[in-house]
């Protein structure tokens, strides 16, 4: 019963695929309360997963023969996956109204994404983590490709698919190598058989970390296995693309946390060199080349980058006995998703109302945005400065978390290259600000911007989040601090 | 006595901001009078609190303390002594006058100006009364947004590259002392600005301190800004608007010289000492801002990036005094009561010095903007034999430009005057060096601000051929309205500084003593 309930989230997640597939085939008449159908069954889900937030009581063991991990990790994710159902419905409604006529399998993919991602942060075993990683993967090409008589929605879901395939076929080589040299395929079960392994094997270990970090830098989307995203980010529907940005990539370091915290403490030194060099990697790589780029979607596809490099410096600072602590870097993890969620779904509805409005996705284009829509200009300020991390808004708290917890440490240099890149992030996040209130508008397009109200909800509700993780942090710093109290090890 | 009144002072330009918010667009007037006119609420309590502050012993008063984040042990920490008070007067005083003086100037955008304008009140104020650091950050930080989008959508020809400078250059630096805050906080175990500085934090390690101590130095002197730090300065100066520029020139730069005087110095005072004394590298960054940037003064022909550069110089007479402060713990002798009277005598001069600046470059600044509106060029050469022509303006010029260059008398001749005494006796040799500072000012004051554009002749054509036939008029009324306040500080603090000093000087005596 217990299990039933914790999995009662997902469980309704993917009735609504079903229903909303379903209802979709039978008929020929067009069904336009569909997308209202998968918005209902998103809240259903938020709903009782934030509910049962406060109410379940839960421990960190493992149900259904090892695969689900039934602790507090997995709730803080169940929460996140159905935030991410919930906007994104909101974020296509009026959009795929005009652009495609195929909404029901539309929605259900998205729903079904969603699914994905919580499912993949309540795996525990290396299947259970191959079925779901794949499962979110397919259902993201599907999505990206989703505009089929767009060239470039079609290359990039061709690009995302070949280069998805590659890395999930490392992955699965890294973890088939990890059975072999632990004889488990439960995470925890390796984490036991590590931690008094015989030191000739650890040749067949450090292979399999390097291979499954493969897969989960892909998801991640982080330098230098990012190459997939700024295509796929441009070509995919708008909402897709904010749909990979977040949902995917917060589902990506779900994962990643979980294998390493719960499987390879023992191997802590050599994964956390290895992702010290990612994390330097991505944030440099990230931000420099984002200067360089004219199409919003493009720019913030190469700053996801960079702040998966920062996301990846609270992995690294990570110790096991101070979770939960001041500066601890799991903490500053899930709040700098948490911010990023907010800040970025935010942009990306920004995004999503001048592509729906104008068809352009150039920066020039929002030239004069402050006279055409004060709304869309005066909250896309807010999410780009939380992207910087400037004070007042959620970006400085999960910057403050993240670097603090380098420090606590001792990695100078990180914190160093950090502060390095957040300065020059400034740069191109600003050269939109810039676009949006200094340049006068010179062209007759100019007229004035109407939302749709769908659209009106995200950014209004995306724009508080962002504004109140600045100013009163307490309540998102105790909610992840509390859904790390319990983590599977 | 529990009425939060350094809240009062921060918050309500933001209750301001946001009745702003909400008027319509349309009703322009409404907004510019109402803005202004409230702004007064802060101007009064922050006199209020000028008068009530306890000049002894020093210490924080108006204390407010409340939890803010507590898991990460961040506080909402407020309080003010002499030196927080006598800055807030400043900052409210001028952000009331650059209020006013924007409901004759600023025609385009009004209510996005004001709304920025507000917050960026906000910022400043917050930055003298925090205690915290976090909270200190946070105002540090606000007050950048707004200051770069006056910069860029109401500034001049260069605006845009200026904006992007100067955020980046202040970003850069309050990222580095963001790591040293955070590095603090981790050796301390506290984010109380007063606590942290009690517990002299890496005292023992002299590696991490020099670090810390540089992340916190280069943060602020980024703001001074020191050379070679300053670069930003001229571009953003000469770019803003006329109210933007007294702004930047007359509170945001006092924003980082505060941060030396009330964090770096009590917090580290032994790498200070150090790097003022031993290895002088600030009192030589000081002399060179000071001389430098005079030197440049005589080689500019746009009269507001002459300002802008005497900036860069008579900030450097901070440094110095701060830095002269900090030597006199290393020289031979220290410790004694000549030593410490010197070491107070430096600070109170650069605490002073912050205070008149303020007012005299932000006083030059207005002057600059009102002959830029007429006749829309700043270029020393297109003026000439004003003087005669606009007489008003030209006696208020003189008066401001003489407190500039330090006649006694006037409110710039004390804070220089206790500037060198106490460098005097710390580090003569800088002082001797600083001083050829005071005769280029003298020089380009004179020579270029004075002679060439109110001296001599008045050439009509040259006149009607540089500025497309404008009308020469002298002082409107609320020019003048906003330019008495000024020159009546400037008087009164050249004739009486125990108005100001009799409360910086219990600071600085606090401060010191405790070392």
């Known amino acids: 019963m217990q299990i039933f309930l914790f999995l009662l989230p997902q469980l309704i997640l993917f009735l609504s695929v079903v229903l909303v597939f379903g209802i979709d085939l039978m008929g020929s008449k067009e069904k336009k309360w569909l997308p209202y159908l998968a918005l209902t069954g998103a809240v259903i889900s938020l709903g009782i997963s934030l509910y049962q937030y406060g109410w379940m009581e839960i421990e960190e063991i493992t149900v259904l023969g090892g695969m689900i991990a039934m602790d507090s990790f997995s709730h803080f994710f169940q929460i996140f996956a159905s935030l991410v159902a919930v906007f994104i419905t909101l974020l296509s409604m009026a959009y795929m109204k005009v652009k495609s006529p195929y909404q029901g399998e539309y929605y259900s993919f998205i729903l079904l994404g969603s699914f994905a991602i919580s499912l993949l942060a309540l795996s525990s075993d290396l299947v259970m983590i191959f079925i779901a990683f794949e499962l979110l993967s397919i259902s993201s090409y599907i999505l990206t490709g989703f505009f089929r008589y767009d060239p470039k929605s079609s290359e990039a879901s061709i690009k995302y698919f070949l280069y998805g395939s590659l890395a999930s076929a490392m992955m699965l080589y890294g973890m088939s190598l990890l059975y072999g040299a632990t004889a488990s395929t439960n995470l925890v079960e390796i984490a036991k058989v590590l931690a008094n392994i015989d030191p000739s094997l650890n040749w067949i270990v450090y292979p399999a970390i390097v291979l499954m970090l493969v897969g989960f830098g892909f998801k991640t989307a982080t330098a230098p296995f990012h190459q997939w995203s700024p295509d796929a980010y441009e070509g995919a529907p708008t909402p897709v693309t904010a749909f990979l940005a977040v949902g995917s990539i917060g589902a990506g370091f779900a994962i990643l946390i979980r294998v390493m915290i719960t499987a390879l403490p023992a191997f802590q030194l050599n994964w956390g060199a290895l992702i010290t060099g990612l994390s330097i990697i991505s944030m440099t790589l990230g931000n420099l080349v984002a200067i360089s780029q004219k199409n919003i979607k493009r720019m913030l596809a190469y700053s996801g980058i960079a702040h998966a490099g920062y996301i990846l410096i609270g992995l690294v600072s990570w110790e096991s006995g101070l979770l939960g602590t001041v500066f601890d870097g799991l903490s500053g993890i899930l709040v700098y998703l948490l911010v990023y969620l907010a800040a970025n779904l935010g942009a990306f509805a920004v995004v999503t109302a001048i592509d729906h409005k104008t068809g352009s996705n150039q920066i020039e284009d929002y030239a004069g945005l402050i006279k055409r829509s004060p709304l869309l200009a005066g909250t896309m300020v807010v999410f780009l400065l939380s992207l910087i991390g400037i004070p007042g808004t959620g970006g400085f708290v999960g910057k403050l978390l993240v670097f603090g917890s380098a420090l606590r440490a001792e990695y100078y240099f990180l914190a160093l290259v950090a502060i390095i890149n957040s300065v020059i992030a400034g740069f191109y996040y600003l050269n939109v600000i810039r676009y949006m209130f200094f340049q006068p508008l010179d062209e007759p397009s100019g007229e004035k911007i109407q939302l749709p109200g769908s659209l009106s909800v995200v950014l209004v509700v995306t724009c508080v989040f962002t504004l109140l993780m600045g100013i009163i942090a307490q309540p998102f710093i105790h909610f992840v601090q509390t859904s790390l109290k319990l983590v599977l090890s | ?515």
């Not at chain 2, 010289?257 to 031993?278: C, H, K, T």
């Not at chain 2, 020393?380 to 008003?392: N, R």
């Not at chain 2, 060096?433 to 001599?456: D, E, M, N, S």
């Not at chain 2, 054509?461 to 002298?474: G, L, M, P, R, S």
């Open chain 2, 1 to 515: 006595m529990n009425f939060p009144v350094l809240s009062a002072i921060t918050f309500v330009p933001l209750l301001i901001s946001l009745i702003v918010l909400i008027i319509p667009k349309s009703k322009e007037n409404l907004i510019r009078w109402s803005a202004t006119i409230l702004s007064l609420i802060p101007l009064a309590l922050a006199i209020y609190v000028y008068f009530v502050v306890q000049a002894d012993p020093g210490t924080m008063q108006f204390k407010e303390e409340y939890s803010w984040i507590p898991s990460l042990d961040v506080y909402y920490r407020m309080g003010a002594d002499g030196l927080s008070a006598i800055m807030l007067v400043l900052t409210a005083l001028l952000s009331t006058l650059c209020l006013y003086y924007s409901i004759y100037t600023i025609k385009d955008r009004v209510k996005e100006y004001y709304f920025l304008f507000l917050l960026l009140q906000v910022g400043m104020s917050g930055v003298f009364v925090s205690l915290d650091f976090i909270f200190f950050y946070v105002f540090w930080e606000i007050g950048l947004v707004p200051m770069y989008l006056l910069i860029g959508v109401w500034g001049g020809k260069r605006r845009i590259y200026a904006s992007i400078k100067f955020f980046l250059y202040t970003l850069a630096g309050s990222m580095a002392m963001l790591l040293a805050i955070i590095a603090v906080y981790l050796e301390t175990g506290t984010f109380d600005i007063l606590k942290a500085a009690a517990a002299q934090p890496f005292a023992g390690n002299l590696t991490f301190a020099a670090v810390a101590f540089w992340a916190f130095f280069i943060g602020f002197a980024i703001k001074v800004p020191i050379f070679p730090f300053h670069t930003w300065l001229p571009d953003a100066h000469t770019e803003a608007p006329t109210t933007g520029s007294v702004i930047l020139a007359g509170v945001l730069l006092k924003l980082g010289a505060y941060g030396l005087i009330r964090i770096v110095l009590p917090m580290f005072p032994e790498q200070f000492a150090y790097y003022s004394y031993e290895v002088p590298i600030i009192p030589i960054l000081a002399v060179i801002s000071i001389v430098y940037g005079a030197l440049v003064c005589m080689a500019q022909w746009d009269l507001k990036r002459l300002i802008a550069y005497s900036s860069v110089s008579h900030m450097g007479y901070v440094t110095l005094g701060i830095s002269a402060a900090a030597a006199s713990l290393h020289v031979p002798g220290a410790g004694t009561e000549q030593a410490i009277t010197s070491a107070i005598i430096g600070l109170n001069g650069a605490s002073l010095q912050l205070f008149t600046h303020g007012i005299i470059t932000g006083g030059l600044f207005f002057l600059v903007g009102m002959i830029y509106d007429r006749a829309h060029t700043r270029q020393i050469k297109d003026f000439g034999g004003l003087g005669a022509k606009m007489p008003y303006y030209y006696g208020i010029m003189m008066v401001t430009g003489f407190a500039s260059l330090g006649l006694p008398g006037l409110a710039g001749f004390w804070s220089e005057l206790f500037v060198f005494r106490g460098t005097f006796a710390a580090i003569p040799v800088f002082a001797m060096i600083g001083i050829l500072g005071l005769v280029f000012t003298a020089a380009y004051i004179l020579w270029k601000v004075i002679q060439h554009v109110f001296l001599g002749e008045f050439d009509q054509e040259k006149w009607d051929a540089v500025t497309h036939n404008a009308k020469i008029t002298d002082m409107a009324t609320f020019e003048k309205v906003t330019m008495w306040p000024l020159v009546i500080l400037m008087v009164l603090i050249g004739l009486y500084p125990s108005l100001v000093t009799r409360l910086l000087n219990a600071v600085s005596t606090a401060m010191i003593s405790n070392f």
